[in-house]
C-alpha cells in the first residue's frame, strides 16, 4: 500500500490545528512558557484540527465546494492508491485555484482566529483565573504582576541578587522584559531604569547604571525580590466619586490596550 497519499492527507487536515497552535503560543504565550512537550504538543495540533477542520468544512459546502469524502476514504484504506491518485490529480487539475484559494483562507482565517483568542485570553486575565488556560511556570506570572487580585496598571520593580565570579551582587530596575531558555526557565531578565547597589550597611545606595535596558543571564540570578508600583494615581481614591460612565469607559480603554498592546 502507498502510504504517500494518506500521509498527505492526514498533514493538510493537521495543518488548520498547527496553524492555529502556532498563531495561539506566540508572542506572550510562548510554547517554551507554557510548557508544552512534543507529544502534547501534537495532541494539541489533533483537538485544534478537529473542531477547525469540521467547520471549515461546514462552511465552504455552503459555497459548493463540499469535499469528496467517498474518494479520500478510499485513498486512506485501499491499496490501489495509484488509480484513485489519477482520479484525485484529475480533480485538482479541475478545481486547483478555487481549492488552494478556499484552503489558504482557511489556515489565515485559522491563524487570525487563534490570535484573537490569546488576545482576549490576554486582556481578559482569563489564565489567571482559570488553570487549564495558565502557563506552566508561576515565575512569569510574578514578574509581569499578573497575580490574582493585583489591580491594573501596575509596574513591576525587581531588586535581584546575582552571583558572578563568586561575588555577590544586587541590582534593582523595572521588569522590562524576560526571554526563557528551552526549557522554559528563566533565560534573560531585562531591567530598566537599572540601578546597581553599592556599599554596605549604612553607606550602602543605589547608584544610575548608564543605559537603556540591563540584561541579566538567568543562571546567575540567586533570588528575585518583586515591588509592585504605580498603582496609586491621580485617580479620586474612591470609585463612589466618579460617574459610572466614566468608570466603565475607562475600563473599556485599559481593555482595549491590553487587547491591541498586550500590555500586562
Not at 81 to 91: I, S
Request: with cysteine.
Amino acid at each position: 500500500m502507498n502510504l504517500a497519499l494518506p500521509a498527505v492527507i492526514v498533514i493538510l487536515g493537521l495543518l488548520p490545528g498547527i496553524i492555529f497552535f502556532h498563531g495561539y503560543f506566540a508572542s506572550r504565550f510562548s510554547k517554551s512558557i507554557a510548557g508544552v512537550g512534543g507529544l502534547g504538543e501534537f495532541a494539541l495540533y489533533v483537538v485544534f484540527a478537529m473542531p477547525l477542520d469540521a467547520i471549515s468544512v461546514a462552511i465552504v459546502s455552503r459555497f459548493g465546494v463540499a469535499p469528496d469524502f467517498d474518494l479520500i476514504a478510499r485513498l486512506m484504506v485501499t491499496a490501489d492508491a495509484a488509480t484513485l491518485g489519477g482520479d484525485l490529480g484529475r480533480e485538482l487539475q479541475r478545481h486547483w485555484l478555487l481549492i488552494a484559494c478556499t484552503y489558504s483562507a482557511v489556515l489565515i482565517i485559522c491563524y487570525a482566529i487563534a490570535s484573537l483568542a490569546r488576545r482576549l485570553v490576554w486582556a481578559s486575565r482569563f489564565d489567571v483565573r482559570i488553570r487549564l488556560l495558565r502557563m506552566r511556570h508561576e515565575w512569569y506570572y510574578v514578574l509581569l504582576g499578573r497575580v490574582e487580585g493585583m489591580p491594573d496598571g501596575c509596574l513591576p520593580y525587581a531588586d535581584v541578587m546575582v552571583e558572578q565570579a563568586g561575588e555577590t551582587k544586587l541590582y534593582q530596575g523595572m521588569v522590562h522584559e524576560f526571554e526563557p531558555n528551552g526549557s522554559g526557565e528563566l533565560g534573560r531578565l531585562h531591567l530598566g531604569d537599572a540601578h546597581r547597589g553599592e556599599g554596605r550597611s549604612g553607606a550602602f545606595e543605589w547608584k544610575r547604571i548608564p543605559g537603556q535596558v540591563l540584561v541579566i543571564a538567568g543562571p546567575c540570578i540567586r533570588s528575585i525580590n518583586m515591588r509592585y508600583l504605580g498603582i496609586e494615581s491621580s485617580e479620586p481614591a474612591s470609585d463612589a466619586a466618579v460617574p459610572w460612565w466614566q468608570r466603565g469607559w475607562r475600563g473599556i480603554v485599559k481593555w482595549t490596550r491590553r487587547f491591541l498592546f498586550e500590555e500586562p
